[in-house]
């Protein structure tokens, strides 16, 4: 797998230490005299172009290649359900418009291990997409190839984009320009792309809940994006996007059997908020409304302090990373941001190494009623906090002792932190998009 190239270093928080000069994305668009046609007054396409359009036995077999990076012929056949000749046609169809490539890989069979079969892929041509994360604390944005691994990130912290939304879609709009470019493109490119946000999200891309703040709820930024991008942007909850990486690319995925021998996870994403995601059987489970997976909003003391959300005492005001760093400014008075915190706590610092196990005591009572109704076979910690390690998962295993049934527990192969770290919600962004069936191509 191609190693990842940054295009940015993460900067501080104050205007001199930020790498490039933020436009507001109203002011990108006037600029470039965009009107609802997002890359009017640009030079024509380069790549190919959507509207050109695949149909039938071809797009079934592009949907593959899309979903599943490069295969072997005979692996094509098995994916589609096609015939071998139907395949060998379709293929054929896509090296005609120039979308295909071929490459060497190394196959696993009963008969030769690690056997080297030629492979096909979409390539470059069939364009790129985007994953972009807007956090709490940074923007993180990926930029892939349809078809392949290939891949490009790029980073900068925020202050709070719970404040000023458009702040930090004009950021990723900039991440996004750069990461593009580093792959040899540029927004005329991009097939697609998704936004993962802190927030619950529901199936007609409704922030669910108040959390975030009022100019969330009143301004809607994503469409901003919409436009300058000139294709589909999809909305969706962070954790849910964490989860759907962990499970297929990182360390779930990246086990020796893959994700098909986990039946249930549980992803927690334990950074500023506290979030959650749940795959079923290779899926994210939404719910009835979408906003299935808030693990932060479980509440542990019903009388404490009243959370946006509207709930009282949620595991995320008393084991979230905002009331942790707070504490632990007490005793670190200069102490900025929750990255900050972790290190501390691993390299030993009393008090925020005792936060840190205290937050994961709380999580994993709470996962303790999760784990109760879903009967996971793993669970994934991800987030900021996960830096942290056994710190935290063993305070998270051990809390989950005392609060399941040991039928339940029993069933829980693996909790561990998982490889993707802040990466995973952007990445997760590009493997739904790569797994939507729609998508244009």
């Known amino acids: 797998m191609p190693v990842a190239q940054h295009v940015d270093v993460e900067s501080g928080l104050s205007d001199a230490a930020t790498p490039f000069q933020v436009v507001p994305l109203t002011e990108i668009i006037s600029r470039a005299r965009l009107t609802h046609v997002g890359t009017r007054g640009l030079a024509p396409r380069r790549w190919w172009s959507p509207q050109e359009g695949l149909a039938g036995p071809t797009r079934r077999v592009a949907d593959v290649l899309r979903a599943n990076g490069p295969q072997t012929r005979s692996e094509l056949a098995h994916l589609t359900h096609l015939s071998r000749v139907t395949v060998l046609n379709a293929l054929a169809e896509l090296d005609a418009h120039g979308l295909l490539r071929k490459e060497v890989v190394a196959r696993q069979t009963p008969s030769a291990r690690g056997r080297s079969a030629e492979a096909v892929g979409l390539s470059r041509r069939a364009g790129l997409v985007a994953g972009i994360e807007i956090g709490r604390q940074r923007v993180c944005v990926v930029a892939q190839e349809i078809g392949s ?40 490119s991009l097939v697609c792309a998704c936004v993962g946000i802190s927030a619950p999200v529901t199936f007609d891309e409704q922030i669910g809940s108040q959390i975030l703040g009022e100019k969330w709820n009143r301004d809607h930024p994503i469409e901003a994006l919409r436009q300058w991008l000139d294709c589909p942007v999809l909305l969706d909850n962070d954790a849910n996007l964490g989860a759907l990486a962990e499970y297929t690319i990182g360390v779930i995925g990246q086990s020796r059997r893959g994700g098909a021998h986990v039946r249930c996870m549980l992803y927690v994403k334990a950074a500023t908020g506290i979030g959650g995601g749940i795959i079923i059987n290779g899926e994210v489970f939404r719910g009835a409304s979408g906003t299935a997976g808030e693990i932060g909003h479980i509440t542990l003391d019903p009388s404490g302090d009243p959370c946006r959300c509207g709930n009282r005492g949620c595991v995320e005001l008393i084991a979230g990373g905002g009331e942790l760093l707070r504490l632990a400014q007490k005793a670190h008075p200069t102490m900025k941001d929750l990255s900050e915190l972790v290190k501390l ?68 192969r693996e909790i561990v932190k998982g490889t993707l770290g802040i990466e995973a919600s952007a990445r997760g962004g590009v493997m739904r998009l790569r797994r939507t069936a729609d998508l244009p191509l």
């Open 149 to 188: 691994d290939e891949h490009r990130v790029g980073k900068q912290r925020l202050g709070d984009p719970n404040a000023d939304p458009q702040h930090a879609f004009d950021v990723a709009a900039r991440l996004l320009e750069d990461a593009l470019a580093a792959l040899g493109g540029d927004r005329r």
């Open 345 to 412: 706590a691993n390299a030993k610092d009393s008090v925020c190494r005792r936060l840190i196990a205290d937050a994961g005591r709380q999580i994993g009572t709470a996962l303790g009623a999760v784990v109760g109704l879903y009967n996971p076979d793993a669970i994934v910690i991800g987030g900021t906090l996960a830096e942290a390690g056994e710190l935290l998962v063993e305070k998270i295993r051990s809390a989950l002792e005392d609060a399941v049934m040991p039928a339940a527990l029993g069933a829980v």
